[in-house]
């Protein structure tokens, strides 16, 4: 039988083991750098609670039914410290569920010796008596090494999975932790996830809901929205999660000619390309684009007004999922029902998706039918604008 070579399937492997063995060398060269900071520091006498979770926004705002559990759990004599994603820090602070929030660049974390210094020294001065990390795709380079410096009594930490992290590097920084929370090895959504880490700790309350974030600020006239307003939020963390400008726009247009609200454009510094292209195809309907104009309070307090949410895979679905907004979500079968869909059995104003099931679903993203990272997968640019704009219909009919 002759077997024909695959020569896209060989490059995508050979770049594949290259970027894996630097990051290999990368962790390496860290872990190392990190003994180095242990041996040389000076810790505090442990008298506090720090909860370390450096996911992005998403996954944070996905955890905030638990980390209320958490910090009321742990609240005897002060509330707990936050080490976080700097992303997330404005909103953790606007929440007041912590005494402090410590907000870290991961990049820099990760590539600045110096910064990764400073912000381990800020840390080991907190004199941490416990750190907890209740991350279920836990990070070998932030995460865990940030619970293995802190060198606090007690370390505790979930089992995991291999999501973001190898066996090999697992297994290292499973010996940095204390105490490792067991995790069931069925395919859970993340709100049940989280809850099941709390339930593990002792913490009783095992209902699941849906995060609900208060009103945090008054909006500047300038970052108001009409009244009758739906937004687009055209970006996702990496291209082939993202449906097609081209369908974001015919699904907007067809909202606009059917009941005559104002488009919204939203995302961060990664979306002002995909924010001007979409603005330009719908220049004669006057878009409103903050794309990189707000701040992630801001941003909360938009979608709030919102008649309804138009995004790929992204924090703004689950934004506004706990601020009682509708919203429709273009998703793709990479993480399917670990994110999205949100579970039956929780009420509220749950994102609605829209999926083009495929057989291969669950791939953590190494799609087997495209080898362009450029491009939407075919889980995403298969769905068609007819049935996103169909779904979209039936929630305002109802």
């Not at 449906?243 to 939203?266: C, D, G, M």
Request: overall charge positive; aromatic content about 12%; charged content about 20%.
């Amino acid at each position: 039988m002759k077997i024909k070579f695959n020569k896209n399937n060989f490059n995508l492997n050979y770049k594949y083991y290259i970027k894996e063995s630097i990051l290999y060398l990368r962790d390496l060269f860290l872990w190392g750098f990190d003994s180095f900071f242990i041996i040389f520091s000076k810790f505090e006498k442990p008298n506090s609670v720090i909860i370390v979770r450096v996911d992005n926004i998403g996954d944070f705002i996905l955890w905030l039914p638990s980390a209320l559990k958490l910090c009321s759990y742990y609240s005897n004599e002060r509330k707990p410290i936050l080490v976080c994603n700097k992303s997330c820090a404005d909103l953790a602070v606007s929440l007041d569920y912590f005494s402090k929030v410590i907000g870290i660049d991961l990049k820099k974390f990760c590539r600045n010796l110096w910064y990764r210094w400073r912000t381990l020294h800020n840390i080991s001065e907190l004199g941490p008596r416990t750190i907890i990390h209740p991350s279920y795709s836990r990070v070998f380079s932030t995460g865990d090494s940030i619970v293995r410096v802190s060198c606090a009594n007690e370390r505790i930490g979930s089992v995991g999975n291999l999501s973001n992290t190898s066996f090999v590097r697992r297994s290292i920084s499973n010996h940095w932790y204390t105490r490792l929370v067991p995790a069931s090895s069925s395919d859970l959504m993340e709100l049940e996830r989280n809850t099941e880490f709390t339930h593990e700790l002792g913490i009783v309350d095992n209902q699941i809901s849906i995060p609900k974030i208060p009103k945090l600020l008054k909006l500047s006239p300038s970052k108001q929205i009409y009244q009758d307003s739906f937004i687009l939020f055209p970006g996702a963390s990496a291209s082939f999660k993202s449906w097609p400008i081209e369908a974001f726009a015919n699904v907007a247009v067809k909202i606009i000619e059917k009941y005559r609200w104002k488009p919204v454009i939203l995302g961060g510094f990664h979306e002002i390309s995909l924010g001007h292209q979409l603005e330009e195809k719908l220049i004669e309907y006057s878009p409103t684009n903050l794309v990189n104009k707000t701040a992630l309070t801001e941003l909360v307090e938009i979608i709030r007004l919102a008649r309804i949410l138009v995004s790929n895979d992204t924090s703004a679905v689950h934004i506004a999922a706990s601020v009682n907004t509708q919203s429709v979500c273009i998703l793709g079968g990479g993480h399917y029902g670990r994110f999205l869909p949100y579970p039956d059995s929780i009420g509220g104003a749950k994102p609605v998706s829209v999926v083009n099931r495929m057989e291969c679903f669950g791939c953590n993203w190494h799609c087997k039918f495209s080898n362009d990272l450029s491009l939407p997968y075919p889980c995403i640019s298969s769905i068609e604008v007819d049935r996103v704009f169909e779904t979209i219909e039936n929630i305002i009919k109802y």
